[in-house]
T-cell receptor
């Protein structure tokens, strides 16, 4: 596609439920990043995929968070047993390779009630 | 600790006026510094990226400066337009390039 696509754009879920957020990167981009942005805060790095290498998961805040990238393209961020503090905008970005410009999707606004 | 601090937190100016946004960082080892523009409800969009050896870089009405000695950067916007209303975010990367350290941003409002 023309840009990074994320779905859903908005998600409201009940505390304790699991959610899946999807990211379609730009075709041909080998690097994919997930960030979280809480209201009025800077972006918080979550996880990074580069090609077929093992992902860098050092930013995931707890073991309730996981992500995978199938076939080197689409990525899914899963949050299990959601908590109210998980409410934020989750942004996905992709780049041709590490160090090159990252293009962001519009994000998924997650609200845990 | 790697940190990026931006000032002011918010700024309101009249259309047509100029403004300068500031960024101070304590990131080491430094790789590059980027300025992003984030419209409400949208993902960030890159404006400029500067490496250690670059002092200034322009993108239309946006001019970014970098002083690697004092670890300061600024983003100057000339002849502001209503469409410049957005958050402007300073991002610094260390040599592990994918881990970008993000500032909290400056919220800029342009009034007619």
């Amino acid at each position: 596609g023309a840009g990074v696509s994320q779905s859903p754009s908005n998600k409201v879920t009940e505390k304790g439920k699991d959610v899946e957020l999807r990211c379609d990167p730009i075709s041909g981009h080998t690097a994919l990043y997930w960030y979280r942005q809480s209201l009025g805060q800077g972006l918080e790095f979550l996880i990074y995929f580069q090609g077929n290498s093992a992902p860098d998961k050092s930013g995931l805040p707890s073991d309730r968070f996981s992500a995978e990238r199938t076939g080197g393209s689409v990525s899914t961020l899963t949050i299990q047993r959601t908590q109210q503090e998980d409410s934020a905008v989750y942004l996905c970005a992709s780049s041709f390779k590490v160090g090159t410009e990252a293009f962001f999707g519009q994000g998924t606004r997650l609200t845990v009630v | 600790k790697n940190q990026v601090e931006q000032s002011p937190q918010s700024l309101i100016i009249l259309e047509g006026k100029n403004c300068t946004l500031q960024c101070n960082y304590t990131v080491s080892p430094f790789s590059n510094l980027r300025w992003y523009k984030q419209d409400t409800g949208r993902g960030p969009v890159s404006l400029t990226i500067m490496t250690f050896s670059e002092n200034t870089k322009s993108n239309g009405r946006y001019t970014a400066t970098l002083d690697a000695d004092t670890k300061q950067s600024s983003l100057h916007i000339t002849a502001s337009q209503l469409s410049d209303s957005a958050s402007y975010i300073c991002v610094v990367s260390a040599n592990s390039n994918y881990q970008l350290i993000w500032g909290a941003g400056t919220k800029l409002i342009i009034k007619p």
